[in-house]
Nanobody, 118 residues
Framework: VQLQASGGGLVQAGDSLRLSCTVS????????LNWFRQAPGKEREFVAG????????IYADSVKGRFTISRDKAENTGYLQMNSLKPEDTAVYYC????????????WGQGTLVTVSS
């Protein structure tokens, strides 16, 4: 299984951005697709996760109400819709697959940089 994250860019505060995570291979229904981020000088942190089969979701408190995670099983792609972006959302965003909401992912994609200017 390989994951490919894309969709990052430079936006202004208040703007929206949608990240995509394309999955090559098969994810089991019991697994999850997660998004993480790592800001400069900080540790990687969990952002949002979705169970691949059931579609149940979980969010970090810092993004709840602003970010929405989804997946399209037919397209084998996960998404992270990010609205009302803040400068503190600036980070490299990674997608991973494994257990939900844990840094111990079985598979990782490369990161995509999101920069939010004030």
């Amino acid at each position: 299984v390989q994951l490919q994250a894309s969709g990052g860019g430079l936006v202004q505060a208040g703007d929206s951005l949608r990240l995509s995570c394309t999955v090559s291979g098969r994810l089991f229904s019991s697994s999850a697709l997660n998004w993480f981020r790592q800001a400069p000088g900080k540790e990687r942190e969990f952002v949002a996760g979705i169970r691949w089969g059931y579609g149940t979701t979980i969010y970090a408190d810092s993004v709840k109400g602003r970010f929405t995670i989804s997946r399209d099983k037919a397209e084998n792609t996960g998404y992270l819709q990010m609205n009302s972006l803040k400068p503190e959302d600036t980070a490299v965003y990674y997608c991973g697959s494994g257990e939900i909401a844990t840094l111990s992912q079985r598979y990782w994609g490369q990161g995509t940089l999101v920069t939010v200017s004030s």
